[in-house]
């Protein structure tokens, strides 16, 4: 169970340990001006209808209240501890699971948890401004929740820098809060988490793409020999999947309302479909493309000597490890990567220990080849004959072996002429995001109404019923 009467909620007996607490306590406020600063602009009396973490089951976790966001309570909440676990993978596998963090990885796993960490915050900047153009209230109460819970999951990796890392790790939780997406001179770490979200439809898109790439991640330090992130991130990944189901039910409503006023009358001319203040599916197909290219180079190169190393240290496994079948060790495995020679794009094998990220990201893209596939039944369904698709991976690529090749949706290669003259075929024109952000110029508050570009959802949050007060204003 989880214990809120101390000021920090926990379940890792953080009053045992002063000097810990009182860290923590030190960064609390520093956390809070951030949030009052960079949260959701002009939330801060606002009563949401807000989940908060009572336990750590996996049922009956969570408790449903009204909530000013600046008094949730963020805490700290790690899965249980499996006394019998081990290293799973990698040259010390067998060992027993460490439960401080072995001398020699102390650099790579504190920059492991920094750049994890520093997606979190990273995010809620970005979707500041939000909250002013929301659809509904449940979507406003929905936006909400996830920004809380990405701040929780920035108290986690707090937790574990100051928990192991002492001097070194306190001043990594401060930069945590010093660094801003977008920023110029102090960006966030990795490239997706300093561009703009501008609309609530790149926002839906982001949920879907860029937090499915933090479960998989997650995925891989759940399976991680140091034993505390992998509980860390085990809990933090159930919190995840609302944040996912936010993204691919907030697509698919789109296009469910975009596919219902194009069949109501009997058009489909893109121009057309704008003039019925909806959101055509070629736009939502070149968001698509935008989010799934510039989610894919989270990754890391398709040859990476870090991510060998992270594996065979035990600190970052693969997705779902323990239940594949092999040696766990890939000492002679080999994986397929692909990279461009002349004009054409080859596959070649390489150790797959290095080839690590690229297997990540492939797992990834089934996943989110079943989540296209889920919105396409909702074209297919109204009888629409348009089909969403995945680009090429090689497509609009900034990190690993695409980078600096011009590639096309459909994966030809292009000079940087022939692929500019078809860029905002391809992906958002400056004309499209002023096209959807006309659409959500100002907030939709009444009881039960949605706003016209988007279906409302099948069911309320929590069995209530869709017009309810998801959100007080005061
Ligand atoms: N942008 O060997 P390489 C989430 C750098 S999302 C900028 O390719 P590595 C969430 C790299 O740092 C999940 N730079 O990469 C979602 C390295 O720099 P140095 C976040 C990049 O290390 C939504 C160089 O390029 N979690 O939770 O194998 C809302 C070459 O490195 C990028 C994690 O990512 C980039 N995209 O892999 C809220 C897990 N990619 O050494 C939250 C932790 C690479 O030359 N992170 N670089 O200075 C990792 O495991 C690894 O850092 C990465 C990169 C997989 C990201």
Not at 38 to 54: D, K, Q, W
Not at 437 to 455: C, D, H, P, T, Y
């Amino acid at each position: 169970m989880i214990n809120y009467t101390e000021k920090i909620p926990n379940n890792v007996d953080l009053g045992r340990d002063r000097v810990l607490q009182r860290a923590l306590e030190h960064w609390q406020p520093a956390y809070l001006s951030w949030w009052y600063d960079m949260g959701p602009n002009e939330s801060h009396n606002f009563e949401v209808y807000l989940r908060t973490a009572i336990s750590v089951e996996p049922d009956g976790w969570a408790q449903f209240d009204y909530i000013k966001m600046p008094e949730y309570r963020w805490g700290i909440f790690l899965q249980p501890r499996d006394e019998k676990r081990q290293v799973n993978f990698g040259i010390h596998k067998g060992q027993p699971a460490w439960q401080d963090v072995p001398g020699e990885y102390r650099s790579i796993l504190r920059r492991i948890i920094v750049t994890q960490g520093d997606t979190e915050p990273a995010s809620v900047e970005q979707q500041k401004m939000l909250g002013l153009s929301c659809p509904s209230l449940y979507d406003l109460r929905n936006i909400f929740q996830v920004n809380v819970e990405e701040g929780r999951h920035l108290w986690a990796m707090v937790y574990l820098l100051h928990r192991y890392f002492g001097r070194d790790g306190r001043e990594e939780a401060e930069s945590l809060l010093a660094r801003r997406s977008g920023d110029t001179d102090n960006p966030r770490i990795l490239g997706a988490f300093n561009e703009p979200t501008p609309d609530w439809l790149a926002f839906y898109m982001f949920t879907f793409f860029t937090d499915r790439d933090g479960k998989f991640q997650l995925c891989a330090l759940a399976e991680s020999g140091f034993d505390p992130l992998a509980r860390t991130c085990r809990f933090m990944l159930t919190e995840e999947a609302h944040h996912m189901f936010v993204g691919e039910s907030g697509v698919s409503r789109i296009i469910q309302r975009t596919c219902e006023v194009m069949k109501e009358n009997k058009v489909d001319a893109p121009s057309d479909v704008r003039a019925l203040g909806v959101i055509d599916l070629q736009t939502i197909q070149r968001y698509l493309n935008f989010h799934y290219s510039v989610t894919l180079d989270l990754y890391g190169s398709d040859v990476s000597s870090n991510a060998a190393n992270y594996y065979t240290s035990g600190l970052k496994g693969r997705f779902r490890e323990t239940k594949l079948e092999d040696d766990h060790t890939l000492r002679d495995a080999m994986y397929p990567v692909s990279e461009v020679v002349g004009d054409k794009i080859n596959t070649k094998q390489v150790p797959a220990l290095t080839a690590l990220n690229e297997r990540l990201r492939d797992d990834y893209i089934e996943e989110i080849q079943a989540g296209v596939d889920r919105w396409q039944r909702v074209i297919d369904e109204a009888g629409i004959p348009f089909r969403l698709t995945l680009p090429h991976k090689g497509f609009h690529r900034e990190i690993g072996n695409f980078a600096g090749h011009f590639i096309s949706t459909t994966g030809e290669i292009l000079t940087e002429e022939q692929w500019r003259s078809h860029e905002f075929e391809w992906l958002p024109s400056p004309k499209d995001y002023s096209y959807v952000q006309s659409l959500m110029s100002g907030r939709v508050a009444e009881l039960g109404k949605f706003a016209n570009w988007i279906a409302p959802p099948v069911k309320g949050v929590n069995g209530k019923p869709l017009d309810f007060q998801y959100v007080r204003f005061n």
